[in-house]
Nanobody
C-alpha cells in the first residue's frame, strides 16, 4: 500500500491550496479516505474524510475545505480555501479498509491503518 501526497506549500492568509493523494496497492474505490493534519507541537487531528460519497469535516474547516475522490485516478483531493494561520501543519492522507470505520469515528486517526508521508502547509499573516 502506498499513499503519496502533494500540493503543500506556503501561502498568505485567505489564500488557497489543493492537496492531492495518489493511492496504490489496495481497492481504492471502496476504502474510506481521509486527510489529517498535525500542527507544530500538537497531535494529529482529522480534517476531512470521504466514505462511499459521504463526507465528514472538522468543524473549523467546514465551508472552507472540500474533500473529493476520483476513483478513476485513485486520487483523493482536499481543496482548501480561505486559509488561516491555524491551518498550518503537516497534512497526511490516510486510508481505512471498507466498512471498518466505526460510526461517528471518521475523524478518529486510530480508525485508519495506511498513511502517507505528509505534505507541509504553512499559512502566514
Amino acid at each position: 500500500v502506498k499513499l503519496v501526497e502533494s500540493g503543500g506549500g506556503s501561502v498568505q492568509v485567505d489564500g488557497s491550496l489543493r492537496l492531492s493523494c495518489v493511492a496504490s496497492g489496495f481497492p481504492f474505490s471502496t476504502n474510506c479516505m481521509g486527510w489529517f493534519r498535525q500542527p507544530p507541537g500538537k497531535g494529529r487531528e482529522g480534517v476531512a474524510t470521504i466514505d462511499d460519497g459521504t463526507t465528514t469535516y472538522l468543524a473549523s474547516v467546514k465551508g472552507r475545505f472540500t474533500i473529493s475522490k476520483d476513483n478513476t485516478k485513485n486520487t483523493v483531493s482536499l481543496q482548501m480555501n480561505n486559509l488561516q494561520p491555524e491551518d498550518t501543519g503537516m497534512y497526511y492522507c490516510a486510508a481505512a479498509p471498507p466498512w471498518s470505520v466505526l460510526p461517528n469515528r471518521f475523524l478518529d486517526k486510530t480508525q485508519y491503518i495506511w498513511w502517507g508521508q505528509g505534505t507541509q502547509v504553512t499559512v502566514s499573516s
